[in-house]
């Protein structure tokens, strides 16, 4: 019934002839292609990101070219990583496990993402953390967007070990990046050290610590500037859009990587 | 009287087979394609087999043999190449997955 790959509607369409058992079958092997385990039925408030959107204009075999899509570049490191994966899965982090600190020199904010659903036999060969930081509009603006007070440092660290009766987690640096709060941009962080560890090596999945340095004097509004935690903005509607996003690129052993249009047109 | 004419059999080659996810009501799970070329393969092995049917020579042999003996099948029009297609969709936890699959659309039809 509901479990089932094809719903009512399309038995009713195409399956009349079929018996149950034939159909059960049918939909357990496209199931098992698919690598699923039973059909996926989203809500209504499930979110694409629009990155994937990108990645699936950029990368995909069969995708139609559109106006721009597919040509616009997303970056060195996105296909290299791609170039050695025939999957890309996305995941948001669970926001009932965050932990947001802000004092008056930086903000941290810890994320848990759970990769569970990344299966055993997929080796994942690399995975980014992208963050967006949204450019800061206040009448201070103008006068420190060409001074080095604008600048902010972002650092990503992986939770080694967690930190016990109020005592700091015991983190190591996986990238580090000095952002200046005059642009709106996601910002890439290479993840796949610590990623690998979780999924091939089979460690414990403690999170991450994004630790952001805000310069010297920033005010509040300038502590907003990369979009860490839901609380710290109030438009709540371009949260889903905007909020961070673990991207990880792994390969099943089954058939092609992923290549761009150009370099599939030159095969 | 004019014999009937004998009804000719089109030579295996690709046809056209648009596979259309909403018509499956899959589009509320797979993102993007809304559907894809598939084609598929049908037509006739006839002997002798013609070099523009991709023939091996296996089936060149099988093809020889069952124009003398009826019991051995001709050789089967197939798929010769194939092309992955790459979905993206949610999973059954509403997680976004970009996924190539291999062998998906066929490019070319042969006798084998």
Not at chain 2, 86 to 100: C, G, M, Q, T
Request: aromatic share 8%; glycine share 4%.
């Amino acid at each position: 019934g509901s479990a089932g790959l094809v719903p009512e509607q399309g038995r009713r369409k195409y399956a009349a002839p079929l018996s149950q058992d034939t159909l059960s079958t049918f939909e357990a092997r496209l199931l098992s292609l698919f690598g699923l385990k039973q059909r996926p039925s989203p809500s209504r408030s499930a979110v694409v990101p629009r990155y994937m959107l990108d990645l699936f204009a950029a990368y995909s075999a069969n995708a139609e070219p559109k106006h721009g899509a597919g040509k616009r570049s997303l970056g060195r490191e996105s296909e290299k990583s791609a170039s050695r994966a025939n999957t890309i899965r996305s995941f948001h982090h669970d926001e009932s496990t965050e932990e947001l600190s802000s004092h008056s020199a930086k903000t941290t904010q810890r994320f848990l993402f759970n990769l569970s659903s990344i299966p055993r036999e997929e080796f994942v060969t690399s995975a980014e953390l992208r963050i967006y930081r949204e450019q800061v509009t206040t009448a201070a603006n103008s006068s420190s967007n060409n001074s080095s007070l604008g600048y902010h440092r972002i650092n990503i660290h992986e939770i080694m070990k967690p930190g016990l009766s109020f005592k700091e987690p015991i983190t190591r640096l996986l990238d580090t990046r000095l952002v200046q709060h005059s642009l709106s941009k996601w910002e890439s962080f290479d993840v796949s050290p610590a990623v690998l560890r979780w999924t091939a090596e089979g460690h414990a999945n403690r999170g991450f610590v994004v630790e952001v340095v805000h310069p010297s004097s920033a005010d509040r509004d300038y502590k907003k500037h990369v979009r860490v935690s839901r609380s710290l903005h109030d438009s709540e509607d371009s949260w889903p859009q905007m909020r961070p996003l673990l991207v990880t690129y792994s390969h099943d052993g089954k058939g092609h990587v992923l290549h761009t249009r150009q370099k599939r047109q030159a095969r | 009287t004019s014999k009937p004419k004998k009804k000719h059999k089109a030579n295996c080659r690709r046809h056209s087979l648009y596979v259309d996810f909403s018509d499956v009501g899959w589009n509320d799970w797979i993102v993007a394609p809304p559907g894809y070329h598939a084609f598929y393969c049908q037509g006739e092995c006839p002997f002798p087999l013609a070099d523009h049917l991709n023939s091996t020579n296996h089936a060149i042999v099988q093809t020889l043999v069952n124009s003398v003996n009826s019991n051995i099948p001709k050789a089967c029009c197939v798929p010769t190449d194939l092309s992955p297609v790459s979905l993206l969709y949610l999973d059954e936890y509403e997680r976004v997955i970009l996924k190539n699959y291999q062998d998906m659309v066929v490019e070319g039809c042969g006798c084998r």
